[in-house]
């Protein structure tokens, strides 16, 4: 379908691994750049000999996902429907759907996954109630190499002249060489890089282009393209994977859909501003085209314009936040009970725990078993404690409920800390208090100085309000998560 396909599944299995699990990927068809780029990721590639879509298919990949012991299933694509989900289910595997649905679509699958700036709940409303949806550029999953410029700041100069061109890993249209003959019309001193893919057929006309171009060019192959990204003071690019890599990065880009199911990307990304988008056929009119480049390489108003939207759309943790619905579906939440009384007790005192309250004092027993037994029996309350499926106890959320609102607060065992379980425990938990009550909006309160917290929030899909409130005589920063913006 397209190796930006393979790429974002790839970024899936980096996150994945980075909890230490194993990735096998299940192919119909590959080519050898994409099989080779999977093996430098230490993961496995398998071939499925049924067609693509049916019900064997489904049964062929049951049998290796259990021949590997595979807690998960993720399947990408569009011949997935909801028969072929449903046969996952039926063997007892865990799975997520990786969708680009623009009109509703039924699905069964636990995770439900649309990455891109027009995801819609709309889309999925033929779908279980137990499954969960993860929608938009939050979500968008980028290979482990973009996780070194998540704190990088674009410096945009007043004139551009440095053009990054890249059409994906095949483009089988030789878009590319359609780009490079526009560019020869902007009359400017352009030094331009194209990135020819690995399953690129077209390798001899880009270098006889390369030759004629009146600028610099240089055609580039195995590169670090979140490298080149940075270089860059614009980019042109199909509107697929790599649109939401060009968000993150914060680059000025053009944005041609080279495919159908590329334009809802192109037309979201050029509405919001953070991209502008053009057909073929504007490419094809080689001076309007070539107009609108020099354009926006002369304007540092509107380079910045796009570079500051864009970046605000993508933060570059999306596969960190699907793996952690992932684990966080594999976790257990019970209503607390009295034999927990000490466990909380402990963990409450736990001297990392009391340095992020706004109360630091030691909390004394009596005083912890007062509070615990007037919470159990209080409507207006809510304690969790979340189990491995080993029922080792790592953590708990408590709710305090006011109408339609509620106010949450977590804490993991020590134990538990830095593996990225608490997004996973409090994803579950919003969903749990969500389904299950008529909370609509969840409030959450920070310390100014405790950025673990402030982090794991913005994760979990909160967002911050502005300004500050306070909270027990102290300065805090306030969280806010409604139920319409949680899935």
């Not at 049924?50 to 021949?67: C, I, K, M, Y």
């Not at 056929?281 to 020099?294: K, L």
Request: proline share 3%; hydrophobic share 40%; glycine share 8%.
């Amino acid at each position: 379908m397209g190796t930006g396909h393979a790429m974002r599944c790839l970024a899936l299995g980096q996150a994945w691994q980075d909890l230490c699990g194993s990735v096998i990927f299940a192919m119909s068809t590959s080519t050898p750049a994409i099989e080779e780029r999977i093996s430098k990721e230490k993961m496995e590639v398998v071939y499925i000999g049924s067609g693509t879509g049916t019900l064997q298919d489904a049964e062929e990949l049951a049998r290796v996902a259990n021949s590997h012991s595979s807690r998960w299933v993720a399947v990408d694509g569009y011949e997935f429907g909801v028969s072929y989900q449903q046969a996952i289910k039926n063997v007892g595997m865990k799975s997520l759907l990786i969708s680009d649905a623009t009109t509703p679509t039924d699905c069964v699958a636990d995770l439900i996954l649309n990455q891109n700036a027009y995801a819609r709940e709309e889309s999925y409303t033929h779908r279980n109630a137990d499954s969960w949806l993860l929608l938009g550029l939050r979500f968008a999953m980028l290979r482990r190499e973009f996780s070194a410029w998540k704190d990088w700041k674009r410096e945009l100069t007043p004139r551009g002249s440095k053009v990054l061109l890249t059409m994906g890993g095949s483009d089988p249209g030789n878009m590319t060489l359609e780009v490079i003959e526009a560019l020869g019309s902007v009359k400017e001193n352009l030094d331009v890089a194209v990135v020819v893919g690995g399953s690129n057929p077209h390798v001899r006309s880009l270098e006889t282009a390369a030759t004629k171009f009146p600028g610099n060019l240089r055609l580039l192959t195995d590169i670090s393209l979140s490298d080149w990204m940075a270089w860059a003071d614009l980019a042109i690019s199909g509107a697929g994977t790599t649109s939401a890599e060009i968000c993150m990065m914060g680059l000025p880009a053009i944005l041609i859909d080279i495919a159908s199911n590329q334009t809802p990307v192109a037309n979201e990304l050029s509405r919001v501003g953070a991209a502008v988008h053009k057909t073929i056929a504007d490419v094809q009119h080689r001076e309007r085209f070539a107009n609108c480049v020099r354009d926006i390489l002369v304007s540092a108003e509107v380079r910045s314009s796009l570079s500051h939207t864009a970046r605000s759309l993508v933060d570059g943790r999306g596969a960190q936040r699907v793996v952690a619905f992932m684990q966080g579906s594999e976790l257990k939440l019970r209503p607390a009970e009295k034999r927990d009384c000490k466990i909380l007790w402990e963990w409450a005192n736990d001297p990392v725990v009391r340095a992020a309250s706004f109360c630091q004092d030691f909390i004394p027993w009596e005083q912890h078993v007062n509070w615990f037994h007037s919470r159990l029996g209080d409507q207006k309350s809510r304690i969790m404690l979340a189990m491995t499926s080993d029922q080792t106890e790592i953590g708990t959320v408590r709710f305090r409920i006011e109408g339609d609102r509620a106010v949450v607060s977590i804490s993991l065992d020590r134990g538990a800390r830095g593996k990225g379980q608490g997004l996973a425990v409090l994803n579950e938990a919003v969903k749990e208090l969500f389904r299950s009550s008529n909370v609509a909006v969840i409030d959450a309160y920070v310390k100014p100085e405790n950025e673990t917290s402030q982090k794991l929030f913005g994760n979990a899909g909160f967002q911050r309000s502005p300004g500050t409130k306070v909270v027990e005589g102290q300065q805090a920063i306030h969280f806010v998560l409604c139920k319409n913006g949680a899935s």
